[in-house]
Antibody, heavy 117, light 113 residues
Framework: EVQLVESGGGLVNPGGSLRLSCAGS????????MNWVRQAPGKGLEWVVR??????????GYAAPVKGRFTISRDDSKNTVYLEMNSLKTEDTAVYYC????????WGQGTMVTVSS | DIVMTQSPDSLAVSLGERATIHCKSS????????????LAWYQQIPGQPPKLLIH???TRESGVPDRFSGSGSGTDFTLTISSLQAEDVAVYYC?????????FGQGTKLEIK
């Protein structure tokens, strides 16, 4: 079964840091482009970041609101992609989904990140 | 950045009737190299992650009912549900994957009239 499972969400103070993980199974992870997409409570979808496969140069692209604060990485030996989030702001509060592909064809269930004092 | 604008924001349609959602991009998402429109449609049922319905503007994902269809090219696109079923109540999003950032429309909430 093709599956993505996110973990690492939680409550963090403004200015704090958090690392999210997304483990994939049931597909060739090393060939997959991996994305993070977030959804603030009651709001729409916001694409956050993407990392291409190693064979496509592991090129990374960030959305402007997170550039310089968030860092995506991947460990193909563990079938896992990470999102390191620093200098967190209240507006980063959201469910964070990981999703595969140039077109987002497989999605995880999401992990909630709450930035609040 | 490419801005995606959907209309309407919400829509109420009777069961069995047609539902139409529009999506407009601020610049063309048609890539001349391969003549493909880099446009996808997603369905999000409340409490669930989004689900890919259509990519390349008109290619239905495997397992998606054929009452869902996508059309359009360049900057103007449409998602049509030919005969609305109760399980189609959801929020629908368009997204361009022509360039980074891969922006979404604001969503269209579809309800039963």
């Amino acid at each position: 079964e093709v599956q993505l499972v996110e973990s690492g969400g939680g409550l963090v103070n403004p200015g704090g840091s958090l690392r999210l993980s997304c483990a994939g199974s049931g597909f060739i992870f090393s060939n997959a482009w991996m994305n993070w997409v977030r959804q603030a409570p009651g709001k729409g979808l916001e694409w956050v970041v993407r990392i291409k496969s190693k064979s496509d140069g592991e090129t990374i692209g960030y959305a402007a609101p997170v550039k310089g604060r968030f860092t995506i990485s991947r460990d193909d030996s563990k079938n896992t992609v990470y999102l390191e989030m620093n200098s967190l702001k209240t507006e980063d509060t959201a469910v964070y989904y990981c999703a595969t592909g140039r077109v987002l064809d497989i999605w995880g269930q999401g992990t909630m990140v709450t930035v609040s004092s | 950045d490419i801005v995606m604008t959907q209309s309407p924001d919400s829509l109420a349609v009777s069961l069995g009737e047609r539902a139409t959602i529009h999506c407009k991009s601020s610049q063309s998402v048609l890539y001349s190299f391969d003549n493909r429109n880099y446009l996808a449609w997603y369905q999000q049922i409340p409490g669930q992650p989004p689900k890919l319905l259509i990519h390349w503007a008109s290619t239905r994902e495997s397992g998606v009912p054929d009452r869902f269809s996508g059309s359009g090219s360049g900057t103007d696109f449409t998602l049509t549900i030919s005969s609305l079923q109760a399980e189609d109540v959801a929020v629908y999003y368009c997204q361009q994957y022509y360039s980074v950032p891969c922006t979404f429309g604001q969503g269209t909430k579809l309800e039963i009239k």
